[in-house]
């Protein structure tokens, strides 16, 4: 059965948002979750039927991870680094290495992470200046190290950015790969389930079938297209928050008075509540247009999928500020979600590019299209 926004609903709804807060308050996501997330086929829907997956075009594959993000933005990252690593395999990688990883990826018996980010470099640096690969005969040695990596506690494959020369290279690396070593990053303000982890390479030695895609040219071949698809996966998150917020704010308005009054009918509440119902519809077309052009392989969805990225984030952020203050001090506690929509909200204004990064990138449109 193929993956649907109506069945990942029902599944968000029934054991998934039910225990978003403790699984936040535990800082991980149970095994039997996630391995009901692989049993629904929602680990890499988009991937082929041969190997495992679904065919899923991305205007679903945008509506489940809303879906998913309403309920647990923990959940729902660790569906965004995975698919990017499936992702990359299936555009980039050899014919052996498709044999090898997608059956796995597919179903989630491997799950895969994105390794990036340096310890000493901004979210926004994709340079992987600390991470070096050298060539050792046939294969290679990695050396090097990489934080605020997303499932990189229960990571089984990690596709690794490493310098190679001048430029960059890409290399799938098994966990189990001798000199890896995983170390658990705690206290995060937001996706806290996510299970993050700084990972460390030591001396580890790789075959030659670990390199994805061209040498030396990573930075414009495979992270762009990672990128790419991590960032659609924020953007309808994103939009899940909106959703979540305005959900929560809608059924405690309505239940709760003030002055004698129900807090659904005061004004300044219901100007809050329009603006996430005006954000949540704005953020849902810009998502599906980008999905739209994913689907029709236009490069377009590049830009497409920034400018979604850019106002779903902000969007969300916006909504779950003001979903807290609609609660009041409940809402500053640990019994009512909005806390958590709140301090995941953030994050999505930081990762897969930092809101300040979209405002430069987008304002290319502009510049573009007065030139013509």
């Not at 953020?283 to 236009?298: N, P, V």
Request: with cysteine.
């Amino acid at each position: 059965m193929s993956p649907t926004p109506e069945l990942t609903r029902e599944f968000v709804d029934a054991d998934v948002a039910p225990n978003a807060d403790e699984f936040d308050r535990a800082e991980r996501l149970p095994e039997s979750l996630l391995k009901q997330v692989g049993s629904l086929g929602l680990w890499a829907p988009f991937l082929p039927e041969a190997v495992g997956g679904s065919g899923t075009d991305y205007v679903t594959v945008g509506r489940i991870h809303t879906e998913i993000g309403r309920g647990c933005s923990g959940l729902r990252s660790m569906l965004t680094v995975h698919g990017m690593v499936s992702w990359s395999v299936n555009r980039w990688g050899t014919d052996e290495q498709k044999d090898r990883w997608l059956p796995e990826l597919a179903s989630g018996a491997t799950f895969g992470v994105f390794c990036l980010s340096e310890p000493d470099s901004s979210g926004s640096d994709s340079k992987a200046e600390g991470t070096l690969a050298e060539p050792d005969g046939d294969g290679w040695v990695l050396n090097g190290r990489k934080k605020w990596i997303t499932g990189g506690q229960v990571a089984d494959l990690m596709m690794v950015f490493a310098r190679t020369g001048p430029g960059m290279s890409t290399f799938l690396v098994p966990r189990t790969a001798p000199g890896v070593e995983v170390t658990p990053v705690l206290g995060m303000m937001g996706t806290a389930a996510s299970m993050i982890a700084e990972i460390t390479f030591t001396d580890v030695k790789l075959g030659a079938d670990a390199l994805l895609g061209p040498r030396g040219w990573a930075a414009g071949t495979v992270m762009t297209g990672a990128l790419d698809i991590g960032r659609y996966s924020v953007a309808c998150g994103s939009l899940g928050i909106v959703q979540a917020a305005l959900e929560a704010s809608a059924r405690y308005t309505a239940e709760r008075s003030a002055g004698g009054m129900l807090l659904r009918d005061q004004p300044q509440l219901r100007a809050k509540i329009s603006d996430m119902v005006t954000s949540r519809d704005a953020a849902r077309l810009l998502c599906e247009r980008a999905g739209r052009l994913k689907d029709a392989d236009d490069p377009e969805t590049i830009m497409a999928t920034w400018i979604a990225k850019y106002h779903a984030s902000t969007a969300a952020t916006k909504a779950a500020s003001d979903a807290v203050q609609i609660h009041g001090a409940n809402g500053c506690s640990p019994d009512y979600p909005v806390a958590r929509l709140y301090r995941d909200s953030k994050i999505m204004e930081i990762i897969e590019g930092s809101t300040e990064l979209q405002q430069l990138t987008i304002a290319d449109v502009a510049y573009r299209e007065v030139s013509l």
